[in-house]
């Protein structure tokens, strides 16, 4: 029994379980585990893809040892290190009015309706502001998933902002990214821990490992 009991131990010392939103779990941490596990063949690595909200539960309730996602703001018993920022760009269907112009501003855009994905509310609470300058409402669609964002973006309906690596990844013919002059904004990248948690040794070493490799892929 103590034998068994000592085994699970040193296997759970020896796992890393971790959450991360779904585009930067496809995107970016295949790589990362790969030349990780390729160093630390020992230990085991479970990745878990799921939308923000839960990623923050799971952390919260110790389900998973650590988060990858962008985050915006400061959430209770979340201790949160930044991994990159990454540059917002506008993306248009390839037929819309603006997919041809070399540049583009805010005041061109006030015409068109937004969409986002639902959890960019800082993104748009700051372009609802830049509209406001000229006396114009942002008029707004949001989506959960990339592939109904993209979908109603198809439709030619609307245009929508995304970080430059997604709207990268989900570029083709019928699509084109944008670059807005005058206006900035980014998502921040980082890693997640419950600060009610001592990180193991193992934990540790791989959020060493993530914000070493994790900048250099963008």
């Not at 998933?145 to 979908?151: A, I, S």
Request: glycine share 4%; with cysteine; charged share 20%.
């Amino acid at each position: 029994m103590l034998r068994q009991f000592q085994d699970r131990s040193e296997a759970a010392r020896n796992r890393v379980v971790i959450a991360a939103t779904p585009m930067i779990a496809a995107t970016f941490l295949p790589s990362i585990i790969q030349s990780y596990s390729d160093r630390y063949p020992d230990v085991q690595i479970v990745l878990r893809d799921m939308p923000f909200d839960m990623l923050l539960a799971t952390i919260s309730g110790g389900m998973a040892d650590i988060g990858v996602t962008a985050i915006d703001g400061d959430y209770e018993n979340i201790e949160f290190q930044p991994l990159a920022q990454e540059p917002i760009v506008l993306v248009v269907p390839a037929k819309h009015p603006l997919a041809d112009q070399s540049h583009v501003t805010v005041e061109m855009i006030l015409p068109y309706r937004m969409i986002f994905l639902d959890r960019y509310t800082n993104l748009r609470e700051k372009l609802s502001g830049e509209f406001a300058r000229f006396g114009a409402m942002l008029k707004t669609s949001t989506a959960t998933t990339m592939p109904t964002l993209m979908g109603m973006l198809d439709t030619g309906s609307c245009v929508g902002f995304l970080p430059r690596s997604m709207a990268q990844i989900n570029a083709r013919e019928s699509r084109v990214i944008v670059e807005l002059a005058a206006f900035h904004a980014t998502r921040n990248y980082g890693s997640v821990v419950s600060r009610r948690v001592v990180l193991s040794p193992a934990v540790q070493s791989f959020r060493e490992h993530l914000h070493a490799e994790f900048e250099p892929l963008m």
